[in-house]
C-alpha cells in the first residue's frame, strides 16, 4: 500500500501542482488508532481530496515508490562522484557509459 503522501502528490501534480511542502501545505496526522494516517490541514489552491480520490492514485503512488527504490540501487551502483571520475580515468569515459547502461538495465524503472 502506498504511502499517503506520495497518493497526495500524484493527485496534486494531476492537478498542475509540482511542490508540496508537507510542513506548510499539506498537514497529516496518524493517531495510533489503527485508522492510519489521514490530512490534518490542507492548505493548498487545489480542492482538498477524498480519500476515495486519493486511493485512485495507488497504482501511480506504488509506482513512484518502486521506481525511488530503483533510483536508490542505482545510485549506490554508480559509486560518488570521486569513484566515477576514477573510473572514467582508469578506463574510458565508452567504458564508464557502458557501466551505467548496464546498471540501468540490472535495474529498471518502472
Known sequence: MAKLSNKIK?????QGVTEIDFRNDVLLQD???GQGAY???WNLDIAKPTMEQLNSYEDA???FEANQQVIQ?????????????EYITENGL????????????DNPKS
Do not use: F, H, P
Not at 500524484?10 to 494531476?14: C, D, L, M
Not at 540501487?73 to 571520475?85: M, S, V
Open 73 to 85: 540501487k542505482r545510485l549506490q551502483e554508480y559509486g560518488t562522484i570521486a569513484q566515477q571520475i
Open 10 to 14: 500524484e493527485y496534486a501534480k494531476s
Open 39 to 41: 490530512i490534518k490541514e
Open 94 to 105: 565508452e567504458a564508464w557509459q557502458n557501466k551505467v547502461q548496464q546498471i540501468k538495465t
Open 61 to 63: 503512488a506504488n509506482t
Open 31 to 33: 493517531d495510533s488508532n
